[in-house]
């Protein structure tokens, strides 16, 4: 049971333009979601988050959009850079038990020059 | 402030022969786990901790094993490897706060021929 999905392996976007990636969860119960970069043969980064109460999260060019009424967010990066191509991964999180993440299989975002 | 180390970056077992990849945290984290990358694939739990002498399973615990003597390591141990433990290994911390993020190793590519 996949419960955060990625249903987008990749992306390509033009350097300067909006980059949008998205994620679908299924379990109700996350408290919190979290987006992380990574670069190839390196660990995942924490890059932003937003607790389940809010609808956005704002943090220079990136933001997440929580819509949980559709179970969807999204994370936003204007402009993109192609510092930014990286895989993409979205996590929930919950604030009990033992903490862990759920995580989706991530996008692979190309930015252009 | 190293943050979270792994050893090692790589590893080539045979089939059959067991190993210790190594974990250590210095930022006095209670939280530690181990997650497992596959190819195009999200990160799964595989093991996972909330304090020294503590220790519990994850999603795909089958395979490995674990252990917690200290607040600082948490080694995984890999006995009688297969080829389906051919994977990336990621060990990550985290501090005890509500929605505090999870730092994330460098990770070790493992190959079981």
């Known amino acids: 049971d996949q419960q955060v999905k990625q249903n987008s392996p990749s992306l390509s976007v033009q350097e300067g333009r909006i980059s949008i990636l998205n994620c679908d969860y299924t379990n109700s119960m996350f408290d919190y979601f979290l987006w992380y970069k990574k670069y190839p043969a390196e660990g995942p980064t924490f890059l932003i988050s937003?607790?389940?109460?809010?609808d956005k999260n704002e943090d220079g060019r990136f933001t997440v959009f929580l819509n949980k009424s559709a179970k969807h967010l999204s994370l936003h990066i204007v402009p993109s850079q192609p510092g930014d191509s990286a895989v993409y991964f979205c996590?929930?999180?919950?604030?009990?038990?033992?903490?862990?993440?759920?995580f989706g299989s991530g996008t692979r975002l190309q930015v252009q020059p | 402030n190293a943050g979270v180390t792994q050893t090692p970056k790589f590893r080539i077992l045979k089939i059959g022969q067991s190993m210790t990849l190594q974990c250590a945290q210095d930022m006095n984290h209670n939280y530690m786990y181990w997650y497992r990358q596959d190819p195009g694939m999200g990160l799964k739990l595989i093991y996972y901790s909330v304090g020294a002498g503590i220790t519990d399973k994850g999603e795909v615990p089958n395979g490995y094993n674990v252990s917690r003597s200290t607040t600082e390591d948490f080694p995984l141990r890999l006995e009688l490897a297969a080829p389906s433990q051919t994977s990336v290994y990621f060990c990550a911390s985290r501090g005890t706060g509500g929605a505090d993020t999870q730092y994330f190793g460098p990770g070790t590519r493992l190959t079981v021929l």
């Open positions: 996590a929930g999180g919950k604030d009990t038990g033992r903490r862990a993440l759920t």
């Open positions: 937003i607790s389940s109460i809010k």
